[in-house]
């Protein structure tokens, strides 16, 4: 008896010293991990290219240039058998269908993306998921060592925060040996970072619309001369219906690369579609969906992975492999619902003109759909921001038929309070230019109003220095739990009440994906776990 309470004991112990230990070990990579946040976000305000030195092509020999650096050759990259996307809007979504579905077909894939929500990690995910704190840090000082021990042989001794991330992406996918990974273009796609794939497996182009006009041009003939810019001689290329004028120059950039451009049929025309629930919900899915159908049946077909032969019109059935991919699809920000006691939240980033509409029609359907179910009637709350020169009174004159009661006008940052999210830090724009816009957007939304004639006062259009003050203000007294939360979180100033009824409360948030992401810092933020 004695003997064996002396072994339990002794098991314990060891039990113990090795939690202890392991403890000790998820800290360190914590703090080397926060350490390569703040190296990295020190990059933000590095200007390593002008536009025109971008534009006349400097960006690709200096991204080549440090992909030599870190022993990352155009062979290696051919070799992750890349699917590069392009497009105005949607090219994350189709990103996030594609991976799913040869995921789903047991392929190990690669997914860079940007931006990111919470955390950086986020933009590069191995087999779906966010790559680990731990593997990010050890790649990260790999990467950043290789730069530096090169740097006196090279007139361009670092790159910029994203060109940084790009390289740091197709090294770990190397050394992971991805089998297959799935790029989203940054901003256009000609001269974009990730353009430095010269035999991907096959391309495609999301929606077209006008974004980034400082940079891409403010026609969508020049913007779709930048998308097109990724097409590769002989590769396959896909894209969704586009208008007139952006649909010509696309094929005119085809014929240059002697490309094969097909556009993709509607969703709903292809066999066994009907019974299908997205993953991602919205109307506007189904064309992201079908391109995204469309190019892991290509990449499947040119790497001799048993995929469905399709006809002329590219229509077949989808079997239930590519059903699973295409539901279980998971892209979070984007058509998002969270719901808590007596309030839900809708997320969702758009940022253009043509994002918003359909997510402003996501959002009224699916609101409304939760009122029916609910047999009660629900107030409409909108929370908004937009970042960059983008014109504030079109979104929200998108946004007034929604029919909301009260508005939310909140910078792009979760709380003052210390936090171990120093990923969501914006050291390119001032915290008084963020609070300074912020206000702008409440008399742009107060302007709307009165033109429509249902004017509103500070009450109804409320600003806030952070969206834990704005929660804080809307939640009290609805959920318990998020209550606790916000308490640690919310500043000391005084705001007025919100003088809210007992009804359930629907908060739209949208105008921009970092707001999305500071209100998923509070909401949800084991989100990567």
Sequence with gaps: MLLGLNKLIFHRGISTIITRGYQQQMAAIDTKYEEAVQTLNELQCYKMLSAKQKLDGLGLLLMKEFLHRVDVSEEDINDLRVIHVTGTKGKGSTCAFVESILRKHGVRTGFYSSPH????????????????????????????????ISEDDYEAKIPSYFYMLTILAFYIFKHEKVGAAVIEVGIGGAFDATNVISHPICCGVAALGIDHTDYLGNTIEKIAWQKGGIFKPNTPAFTLPQPTEGMAV??????????????????????????????????????????????????????????????????????????????????????????????????????????????????????????????????????????SNRDAKQFLEILFPCGFTRSLFVPNIASHAPSRFNDQNNLKIPIENQIFRIFANRDAWKEVCQVRGTPTNNDEAQTFLSVADALSSVTEGRDDELWKTL???????????MKLRGKHLQVFVTGSLHLVGAFLRILKPDMNE
């Design 117 to 148: 929500l919470l955390e950086v990690r986020e933009r590069i995910r191995l087999n779906g998921r966010p790559i680990s704190t731990e593997l990010f840090t050890k790649y990260f000082w790999e990467v950043h060592e290789l730069l530096k």
């Design 250 to 387: 696309l094929e005119q950039r085809a014929n240059e690369f002697n490309v094969d451009l097909k556009i993709v049929p509607n969703f709903d025309s292809y066999p066994k579609s009907h019974d299908l629930t997205l993953g991602l919900s919205g109307d506007h899915q189904k064309l992201n969906a079908s391109l995204a159908t469309q190019l892991a049946n290509c990449w499947l077909q040119r790497t001799s992975m048993t995929p469905i032969m399709t006809s002329p019109n590219l229509l077949f059935p989808l079997n239930e492999t590519f059903q699973q991919g295409l539901q279980s699809c998971v892209w979070n920000g984007r058509g998002q619902v969270i719901k808590f006691r007596s309030v839900s939240f809708y997320l969702d980033g758009a940022h253009t003109v043509r994002s918003l509409t359909c997510a402003t029609k996501w959002f009224m359907e699916e609101s409304s759909r939760e009122e029916f179910r609910s047999k009660t009637s629900c107030e409409k709350i909108l929370a908004f921001n937009v970042t």
């Design 487 to 497: 308490q640690s979180m919310t500043s000391q100033e005084e705001y007025p009440p």
